[in-house]
């Protein structure tokens, strides 16, 4: 995997601002430190969510996709998740293993994703509908749920919407304007950033992250911490620099997102490997859902199953494009996860 673009920090000053950055300090603006842990949420007293560091439970299934070749069918979707959960968790039910996640006095956001035009490439709403079932069989009330996204037109890409998620749970974006927290500075090497994290976050003490695998025109690859951090705050385009490295890292670094993100899930019924995100014209099936606690280990498989696609393709790997996503090993950097590949450990399965 490659190292950060020459235009952006070094790792050595990204670690070492970040560190700096440690302490909660207040301005008589209202401003806030970027690592401060006063937006910090906590599991429910006497409840602690299961964590398996550098783990990925893949499950496939041939023939998962429906005819249009572009959503997954119900049944697969339901079938795929539910093995992933159980043999992650070792529990036996879908709720069981929702219920090492969450807690029934949980409130909890499910972010989605649905950038790319149209309805061809976004977090599939069959899937999302099964992780709705699962929270509500671990005992979370339907009215302790939201599923949330940026803006209208991406959560119209994931298909999800109030008429299609159990009566209770609320849907919601919020535009980049309905926040919750005065300004954070955070620092991208060179200029301090102002930025608020979104309603829908904040008031979650708990998120289930579902992201896509996908190919980004300026970071290099989006997956599970760009999901969190760009979907979540309300100045994403001015996390952009340097192709968003170290800024995804040290945005998910901060407690308003890493203390509420139990789970990751991963729609991998399509991969797209060039155009992204916004444009839909370079995707293959894959026909695989993913779960894992981990988002550098995931992000850090994602990136690899990308580059694998372009060699098949016959075209050059991100790094060689000049789209080599730092903010992957940035993030392994910060404790964020496991960025070593020879650490993480796949168990694929077959339903």
């Known amino acids: 995997m490659g190292k950060h673009e020459e235009q952006g920090p070094s790792r050595r000053e990204f670690i070492a601002t970040t560190a700096a950055a440690g302490a909660v300090v207040a301005t008589a603006s209202g401003k806030v430190s970027a690592q401060g842990s006063s937006l910090a949420a906590s599991p429910p007293a006497g409840f602690t969510p ?12 041939a023939g998962s996709l429906q005819a249009n070749g572009l959503y ?4 697969a979707a339901k079938a795929m998740l539910e093995k992933g959960m159980l043999e992650l968790t070792g529990e036996k039910t879908l709720g069981g293993a929702f219920g090492k996640f969450v807690h029934k006095s949980d409130k909890v956001a499910v972010k989605v994703n649905g950038i790319a035009k149209g309805k ?3 977090t599939n709403q069959e899937l999302v509908a099964v992780i709705l079932d699962g929270l509500i ?3 979370v ?3 302790s749920i939201v599923v949330y996204e940026q803006y209208n037109s991406f959560l119209a890409g994931t298909r999800v919407d109030a008429s299609n998620v159990p009566a209770g749970v609320k849907v919601a974006v919020h535009a980049n304007k309905d926040m919750a927290t005065p300004a954070i500075e955070f620092l991208d090497g060179k200029s301090k950033i102002a930025t608020k994290f979104a309603r829908p976050l904040m008031e979650a003490t708990a998120v289930i992250n579902v992201s896509l695998i996908k190919d980004h025109a300026i970071c290099g690859y989006t997956g599970c911490l760009k999901n969190m951090t760009h979907g979540s705050i309300d100045v994403p385009h001015n996390h952009h620099a340097h192709h968003a490295s170290p800024q995804i890292a040290k945005l998910y670094a901060h407690e308003a997102i890493k203390s509420r993100v139990r789970l990751h899930i991963t729609d991998g019924y399509k991969v797209m490997y060039d155009g992204g995100p916004v444009e839909v014209v370079s995707y293959v099936p894959h026909e695989a859902v993913y779960v894992s606690t981990d988002p550098v280990a995931m992000d850090t498989y994602g990136w690899e199953l990308v580059d694998k696609i372009r060699k098949e393709k016959g075209m050059k790997s991100l790094k060689d494009v000049g789209r080599d996503p730092a903010y992957i090993p940035a993030a392994a950097d910060l404790g964020l ?3 070593d590949r020879s650490k993480i450990v796949v168990k694929d399965f077959t339903v």
């Open 120 to 122: 061809k490439f976004g």
């Open 50 to 61: 299961l964590s398996a560091p550098g783990k990925i439970v893949k499950v496939s299934r």
């Open 72 to 75: 997954p069918k119900p049944d």
């Open 141 to 143: 009330p339907a009215t």
């Open 137 to 139: 069989a671990a005992g």
């Open 337 to 339: 996860g496991i960025g």
